[in-house]
């Protein structure tokens, strides 16, 4: 097992104006699960494909271990991938194909035999050990490329998507599936996807990647409650962000957050925050998840100085949750999230209270946000 | 020049295929060209205490030894072996005669390589590649003359070193375990010649695919090994089985361009299959102006921007030959939400993609509105 290093790491196209991973710093710890997610083109894929040798580096250093590898060929890296498109070996059986790789490194048969059914036992796959691939359902397939990868018990797992060909009921099985293998394998893996679900329910530590630089590497609480900047806040969680232009302003010795319909008070610690930091008196992004907008009666008793009107313009009943489409609130549509029971109708007005505790502020120029506090992570 | 190493030494040029037919008309037998491993070969006439050339009976066929090929033996097969002894021997004699007549060569692997890139690079090159035999001594490998199923890898990525044959051909070997040529055609790009046995249905499943789902499904494996053994990416493409010695330069010419056509119009595709690219391949050779030009007619606008999420509906909806729950299923999408994608696309285009006219005009747009954008 190992760890990956990545130091200062550009990856250039020939013929290409701009970098498409610029300046990449990540520590992967050995044993780690990572995830890169980021929207299309964001470079997190380019990424995957440096470190598994399928890409040159065009500036900075790659360690997998201690051990330099930005000339090693992709064969000599321990690595193993599972990608997107996990054809397997049509002519090939189950076995076959899972122990193939062992058998052109010319492992013995004992041992080839003992790791391939430690594999299928692994992944329920030893009944479809005889079966060819057109045999296979696609969840199927996919195991069979995961063992395919697992028998070469390498040091380093390298995903690509690897879920993407496989409906959506079989993706949540095979998004918990993969991550018990980790738990049970004990190997670092590094998986990437644009899925921001997939992210967050199986990295241990996730990397945002947009236009080819990690905008924030943090486990998924963290990403999720304390986003570095605007584009971390919009891209986790669905449904996203809410994010109002506004002003902080003061009025009788409070700092307010003021927008159309919207004038909310700012708790003393982040006010003095904002003091310090020169944003009274600024135009700023204020940012609020769904969540955190509340209309039971307690939360509106207790929140006098966080309270708006809003029209409600359209409700979607999901049966245990109701996703609100308000109007009236600064200059865009405001998204809240309440419960199902609650019973709202499309047309009418509502009061909502905002949980002070959890709002964000975004620097309207940097769209940095103003209240990240870097962890250690 | 390398290709000259052990190159042909006078002897007479043989149509081995030719050759098959007669035999099969004379005797009334059905012939074939294969290969045979060397050592299962001399083991088997060391069970039988025979000659080295002498045929020998396996499996219900009859083997006639041609030549010995490095590791492989390369013989005509006879089933139902219905043959007489005389008949036998005649045939033993006949071949015996032939192969005496055959050019002398040093090294039959290596040189055959050497020669075939050859063959093929002054093929295209004299811009003839079609309805030339093979020259005279290349008629010396009745490997030439049985059916193979060609592929075409070409190396996608950027490392200095270029690639170690032998661990290529280790591979490529044991993945189709059975008789395969490797053929260099540069250090990036490599032709291989697989044998017909491979899309032979293994079972009743098997007998329901289609050849181009056989070749589909090899092409990807081959792809798919190659990235798993740490070899890299490579493209692949492959064609229908072909006789080496009627069309092979040919054959390269129709791969090398499904390669570039595949690359340059589907972006992280590694696999090109030529019966996916009839339409790319038609569209290639079009100027840049004349694609933007068709892009700005049929969206009647300049510049038109069309987001992932479009492109990917529009593209799917195409796929599944415009079935609105097919697609709707495929995307994980609710129905409505694929009807309403198309209707906000239909006002904002003026192109209803249900329309078949319009949507043609779409396919064909979109699939230049790709290649532009990244060049």
């Given at each position: 097992m190992a760890g990956v290093r990545l130091s200062h790491i550009y990856k250039t196209y020939p013929g290409a104006k701009e970098p498409t991973v610029k300046d990449l710093n990540l520590e992967i710890r050995d044993k780690e699960f990572v995830v890169l997610v980021g929207p299309s083109g964001c470079g997190k894929s380019t990424t995957l494909r440096m470190i598994a040798g399928l890409e040159e580096i065009t500036e900075g250093e790659l360690y997998i271990g201690d051990r330099l590898v930005n000339d090693v060929a992709p064969k000599d890296r321990d690595i193993a991938m599972v990608f997107q498109s996990y054809a397997l070996y049509p002519h090939m059986n189950v076995y076959q194909n899972m122990a193939f790789g062992l058998k052109l490194r010319k492992f013995k048969k004992a041992d080839i035999d003992a790791r391939v059914h430690e594999a299928a036992r692994i992944l329920d796959i030893e009944h479809l050990l005889d079966r060819k691939p057109k045999q296979l359902s696609g969840g199927?397939?996919?195991?069979?490329?995961?063992?395919?990868?697992?028998?070469?018990?390498?040091?380093?797992?390298?995903?690509?998507?690897?879920?993407?060909?496989?409906?959506?009921?079989?993706?949540?099985?095979?998004?918990?599936?993969?991550?018990?293998?980790?738990?049970?394998?004990?190997?670092?893996?590094?998986?990437?996807?644009?899925?921001?679900?997939?992210?967050?329910t199986m990295g241990e530590r996730i990397v945002i990647m947009n236009e080819g630089v990690i905008q924030q590497a943090a486990p998924p609480t963290e990403v999720y409650n304390n986003p570095r900047n605007l584009f971390v806040a919009g891209f986790i969680g669905s449904p996203s962000m809410n994010f109002i232009n506004g002003l902080i302003d003061e009025e009788s010795g409070n700092v307010v957050f003021k927008s159309k319909n919207i004038n909310v008070v700012i708790p003393e610690g982040r006010a003095k925050i904002l003091r310090e930091k020169g944003y009274v008196g600024r135009e700023v992004i204020f940012g609020i998840r769904p969540e955190d907008l509340h209309i039971e009666p307690i939360f509106l008793e207790a929140s006098p100085n966080s309270i708006v009107n809003a029209g409600i313009e359209v409700a979607e009943h999901l049966g245990h949750e109701q996703i609100l489409y308000l109007e009236g609130l600064g200059d865009t549509t405001v998204i809240a999230r309440i419960d199902g029971r609650t019973p709202v109708s499309e047309g009418s007005n509502i009061r909502l209270a905002m949980d002070m505790n959890k709002f964000h502020i975004f620097d309207k120029d940097t769209e940095e946000a103003v209240f990240y506090q870097e962890s250690r992570n | 020049m390398e290709g000259r190493e052990g190159a042909a030494t006078g002897g007479t040029p043989v149509d081995w295929d030719r050759l098959r037919r007669q035999l099969e008309q004379i005797l009334q037998a059905e012939f074939r060209l294969k290969q045979v491993g060397k050592a299962d070969w001399t083991r088997w006439g060391e069970e039988r205490d025979l000659p080295a050339m002498a045929s020998r009976e396996r499996e219900g066929e009859l083997l006639f030894p041609i030549r010995i090929a490095g590791d492989r033996v390369e013989v005509l097969a006879a089933s139902p072996p219905l043959m007489t002894e005389t008949e036998r021997r005649l045939v033993e004699v006949m071949l015996e005669t032939v192969r005496k007549s055959l050019p002398k060569r040093k090294n039959g692997g290596d040189t055959l390589k050497a020669e075939l890139r050859e063959w093929i690079e002054s093929q295209i090159a004299a811009g003839e590649p079609e309805d030339r035999d093979p020259?005279?001594?290349?008629?010396?490998?009745?490997?030439?003359?049985?059916?193979?199923?060609?592929?075409?890898?070409?190396?996608?990525?950027?490392?200095?070193?270029?690639?170690?044959?032998?661990?290529?051909?280790?591979?490529?070997?044991?993945?189709?375990?059975?008789?395969?040529?490797?053929?260099?055609?540069?250090?990036?790009?490599?032709?291989?010649?697989?044998?017909?046995?491979?899309?032979?249905?293994?079972?009743?499943?098997?007998?329901?695919?289609?050849?181009?789902?056989?070749?589909?499904?090899?092409?990807?494996?081959?792809?798919?090994?190659?990235?798993?053994?740490?070899?890299?990416?490579?493209?692949?493409?492959?064609?229908?089985?072909?006789?080496?010695?009627?069309?092979?330069?040919?054959?390269?010419?129709?791969?090398?361009?499904?390669?570039?056509?595949?690359?340059?119009?589907r972006i992280n595709q590694y696999v090109h299959l030529p019966w996916e690219l009839y339409l790319d391949q038609l569209l290639s050779p079009l100027s840049r102006a004349d694609k933007i030009r068709f892009i700005e007619q049929v969206f009647k606008r300049k510049e038109p921007m069309l987001d992932d999420e479009t492109i990917l509906t529009l593209e799917t909806f195409f796929e599944l030959n415009c079935n609105v729950s097919e697609t709707a299923k495929r995307l994980y999408i609710h129905r409505n939400t694929l009807l309403y994608r198309l209707d906000k696309f239909r006002q904002e285009s003026g192109l209803d993609v249900r329309n078949f006219n319009q949507a043609v005009h779409v396919k064909i747009a979109l699939q230049l509105y790709k290649v532009t954008k990244r060049h």
């Open positions: 199927q397939r996919q195991r069979v490329a995961l063992g395919r990868a697992i028998v070469r018990e390498p040091q380093v797992f390298l995903m690509d998507e690897p879920l993407s060909n496989l409906d959506a009921k079989l993706r949540v099985a095979m998004r918990s599936e993969i991550s018990k293998l980790h738990k049970r394998l004990e190997t670092t893996i590094i998986y990437v996807t644009h899925d921001q679900t997939e992210a967050m | 020259p005279a001594h290349l008629t010396a490998y009745p490997v030439l003359y049985q059916e193979r199923v060609p592929f075409l890898i070409v190396g996608g990525h950027a490392h200095e070193e270029p690639f170690a044959g032998d661990e290529l051909q280790k591979l490529i070997g044991s993945f189709f375990d059975s008789e395969v040529l490797l053929v260099p055609l540069d250090e990036r790009e490599w032709l291989v010649l697989a044998g017909r046995s491979l899309l032979d249905p293994d079972d009743e499943a098997g007998a329901e695919e289609s050849v181009e789902e056989r070749l589909s499904s090899l092409c990807e494996g081959l792809h798919s090994v190659l990235l798993n053994e740490g070899e890299g990416e490579f493209h692949v493409t492959v064609h229908y089985p072909i006789v080496p010695a009627q069309s092979l330069p040919m054959t390269v010419i129709r791969m090398r361009e499904a390669v570039a056509v595949g690359r340059s119009s």
